[in-house]
């Protein structure tokens, strides 16, 4: 008998037919001997549509209303899953995030879960009831409604996995499981039976929205194997461990794992900055105060103004007017010439934990986007990935020219079963 957290996402429980087949298969899991637990997302667009709804009402919604708002979504799912679940013979029952024991500092929309209490979740699988709990939201310390970011539910699934020390978490979406590449970009991308937590990080870290990545965070901090499949086929999906454990298994790490795409960051160049010591710490400890996200950086120097150079950086374009604004204020003290916007940049990714003893990569890479005439604007690597900027348009030909480049390709289409990928 084990203890499994279910994760479904929002395109799996889309409608009352998509509801009642989840809710088959949590009763399948019940009456299999396992104790569940089931995180859900709200349902289908859901989420989208009450950003539409409040956007339509202001330009700019108070941040506390606006997670109550957001939190209402997953709080219907919770609901109508837990009365499709009792009406098949097994007893469930509802949890909002707070009511889970899900604490959270008070950022609202990016809250961190800084605690964990779930002792009516812990009470009700001990009954032998199937607890349903609310994903993505939680509650402050000044008990006020938070959530966790877009895709925020896959980290509540993988939280309350740690805290009650569930032997697996299954995250069930829309595709078979982790492919080689977004299928919804690259159709002839392969699906990987196994990932290390390293590599996954790296691909959700760099756009692949199909696992949260402070969920894979938390997976591979407190050892919490976790089980990618899809909720509209039994096929058996992907499973993401730690690296000893894909070594006993007699895998040869791949060179490279998979590519991710990103088109959520846009660009900010400070042209005309002091070269002197000290400029880089006072641009970034003011891009810092407005909690900009900075992600590559940039700096040239040209021949004929050594005295000056332009910083170039990457931040989500969310981010984009809070982080101009603040350097403007702050222009005499930076000293610098122009700030230049791109709105919107695309980020390639290529993952693999084979790259550590692999020279190669960046050489393929290169000669690829050459041949398709894709300049590179900025580049930045780890010890297992390089990613490179290069204009939006141009982003996803060149995902699939690289991905073809690597030998990743199925030779067959991968399957996408429902959602909007939006
Ligand atoms: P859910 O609503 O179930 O949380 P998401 O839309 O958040 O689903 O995530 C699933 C989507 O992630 C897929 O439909 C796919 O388009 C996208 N995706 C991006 N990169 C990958 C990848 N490497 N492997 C699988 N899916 C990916
Ligand atoms: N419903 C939320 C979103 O759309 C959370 C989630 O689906 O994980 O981002
Ligand atoms: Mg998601």
Not at 30 to 57: E, K
Not at 192 to 197: A, F, I, N, Q
Not at 330 to 347: H, N, P, Q
Request: glycine content about 8%; charged content about 20%; proline content about 3%.
């Amino acid at each position: 008998m084990a203890l499994i957290v279910q994760k479904y996402g929002g395109s799996s429980v889309a409608d009352a037919e998509a509801m009642k087949r989840v809710a088959q298969r949590i009763v399948d899991t019940h009456n299999a001997g396992h104790r569940v637990v089931v995180v859900v997302s709200a349902m289908g667009d859901t989420t989208d549509d009450l950003l539409d709804a409040a956007a339509s009402l202001t330009s700019k919604p108070p941040k506390r209303e606006m997670d109550i708002l957001l939190s209402a979504g997953e709080r219907i799912s919770m609901a109508l899953l837990a009365m499709a679940v009792n009406e098949l013979g097994v007893e469930a029952r509802a949890y909002t995030g707070a009511q889970a024991g899900i604490q959270t500092d008070s950022r609202f929309g990016a809250a961190q879960i800084i605690g964990m209490v779930p002792e009516r979740v812990a009470r009700a699988i001990k009954d032998g009831q199937v607890a349903i709990v609310a994903g993505f939201q939680g509650i402050s310390k000044d008990d006020d409604v938070t959530t966790l970011g877009r895709g925020g539910s896959d980290t509540t699934a993988v939280a309350l996995a740690a805290a009650l020390h569930a032997d697996v978490c299954e995250i069930y979406t829309d595709v078979d499981g982790v492919f080689s590449a977004d299928p919804r970009i690259v159709p002839g991308a392969s699906q990987l039976s196994v990932m290390t937590y390293e590599e996954t990080l790296e691909l959700a870290a760099h756009g692949a929205k199909v696992l949260h990545l402070r969920a894979v965070e938390f997976a591979r901090k407190f050892n919490v194997p976790l089980h990618v499949r899809s909720s509209f086929s039994n096929k058996e999906g992907t499973w993401i461990v730690d690296e000893n454990y894909s070594k006993s298994k007699a895998m040869e790490a791949p060179v490279v794992a998979g590519i991710a795409h990103d088109r959520s960051q846009g660009k900010i160049t400070i042209a005309g900055v002091p070269n002197v010591p000290g400029t880089a710490s006072k641009i970034f400890a003011t891009v810092a105060a407005v909690d900009g996200n900075i992600d590559m950086i940039v700096q040239n120097t040209a021949v004929a103004t050594p005295d000056s150079s332009n910083l170039s950086f990457t931040v989500p374009q969310a981010e984009i007017p809070a982080v101009v604004a603040a350097l403007e204020e702050s222009r005499d003290k930076l000293s610098f010439r122009e700030i230049r916007v791109s709105e919107s940049v695309g980020i390639l990714s290529v993952v693999g934990a084979g790259m550590r003893s692999h020279s190669g990569v960046s050489a393929v890479l290169f000669k690829t986007l050459g041949e398709l005439s894709v300049n590179v604007d900025m580049i930045s690597t780890s010890e297992i990935r390089i990613s490179v900027v290069v204009a939006p348009e141009r982003l996803d030909e060149a995902s699939r020219a690289v991905h073809t480049a690597f030998g990743l390709d199925a030779g067959t289409r991968a399957v996408v079963y429902g959602g909007t990928g939006r």
